[in-house]
C-alpha cells in the first residue's frame, strides 16, 4: 500500500514480551548463563538496558558453549537444503534464541 501523506509516529510500543514470562530461554541453557545476576548499573554509568536485560547474561559462560559447539564440529561435506555441499557444519547452540515464547510470525 502507498500514501502519499506524512504520518505521525506513534511512538516506542509498551509491549514488554518477557513481563510475566516463565523464561523457557534461560531455563534451557546448557551453561546456566543466565544463573546470577553478572553486571549491575552502576557499572554502566546507570544504564538500565544490561546483558540479559537484568544483568544476568554472561557472554564468558555462553562462550564455553560456543567453543564446545567447535570442537563438535562436523568436518565431512554434508549436503544442505537451498545450499548446497558444506565442506563443514558448525551446529552453534542458540537453546535461548529457539526456546523463546514470541516466534516470527
Ligand atoms: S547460546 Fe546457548 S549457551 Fe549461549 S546463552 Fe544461549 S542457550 Fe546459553
Ligand atoms: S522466552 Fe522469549 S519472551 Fe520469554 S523471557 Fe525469554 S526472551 Fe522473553
Keep these: 500500500m502507498f500514501l502519499s501523506v ?3 509516529s506513534a511512538g516506542p510500543s509498551d509491549w514488554d514480551p518477557c513481563a510475566g514470562c516463565d523464561m523457557p530461554c534461560r531455563k534451557k541453557c546448557p551453561q546456566n548463563a543466565f544463573g546470577r545476576i553478572t553486571y549491575d548499573a552502576g557499572q ?3 544504564l538500565t538496558k544490561l546483558p540479559g536485560r537484568d544483568g544476568s547474561y554472561s557472554l564468558l559462560t555462553c562462550d564455553r558453549q560456543m567453543a564446545e559447539d567447535e570442537e563438535n564440529e562436523i568436518k565431512t561435506p554434508t549436503e544442505v537444503p537451498d545450499y548446497g ?3 563443514s557444519i558448525i551446529k552453534y547452540c ?3 534464541e529457539l526456546n523463546c515464547r514470541i516466534k516470527p510470525s
Design 44 to 46: 554502566y554509568g546507570g
Design 6 to 8: 506524512d504520518l505521525p
Design 85 to 87: 555441499t558444506a565442506v
Design 94 to 96: 542458540r537453546e535461548c
